[in-house]
């Protein structure tokens, strides 16, 4: 994921930078004040059980056609082309390089196998807002991506408490209103 210039300098403010007042020069020009960060809560839910399996899935023909209107619910965490937020993996050439029944897996069972660097983290802040997503940097402040893009910037003094998410962020096919057809079409989709 791409970080920008204004995290990487908050990232390097307290190491690389720290004996430059990059923190006071931050604070008075507006771009990083601690004390006037307002964070937003997002939790994710927990899966339900669901409503079908892979094996169910499996067993239906999919079509690449469906399955590029059904690819809309992926956006507000995954990239396909040019279109989607950048959050969770790009799909366009992971679907390519995947069998059917591994992209089937990663809707229905999102728990079965989290993407190498896109394990999730929770923070609870001293306000008992929960965030949950990815961590970009874990300095001062910590920054964290959650679904949909969005990109928080949390003090360090404002976290309670910060781990492991222990389960993936992507939303299950239940979760996102798939039926058992439309993850069969999505899977044809991307695997084209």
């Known amino acids: 994921m791409r970080q920008s210039p204004t995290t990487r300098r908050l990232n390097r403010k307290d190491n690389v ?6 923190a006071a020069a931050l604070k008075e020009k507006g771009i990083y004040d601690p004390d006037k960060v307002v964070l ?17 899935a499996l067993k239906l023909g999919g079509d690449a056609t469906r399955g590029e209107a059904a690819s809309q619910r992926c956006y507000l965490c995954h990239q396909i082309g040019k279109n ?16 059917t029944e591994v992209i089937l897996r990663s809707l229905i069972q999102p728990r079965a196998d989290i993407a190498h660097g896109f394990e999730g983290t929770r923070i609870e802040t001293t306000e008992h807002l929960v965030i949950d997503g990815l961590l970009l940097t874990d300095a001062d402040p910590v920054v964290i991506r959650s679904m949909g893009g969005l990109t928080q910037t949390v003090p360090k003094a404002k976290i309670k408490s910060k781990q492991p998410l222990g389960r993936s962020l992507m939303m299950s096919a239940t979760q996102l209103g798939l039926t058992a057809q439309e993850c069969a079409d999505l899977a044809a989709f991307l695997r084209q």
């Open 17 to 22: 930078w720290k004996d430059h007042g990059l």
């Open 84 to 99: 989607g937020a950048e959050f969770g993996p790009e799909l366009t050439s992971w679907g390519r390089t995947q069998g």
């Open 40 to 56: 937003t809560a997002v939790s994710l839910p927990d899966p339900p059980p669901a409503a079908f399996t892979v094996e169910d």
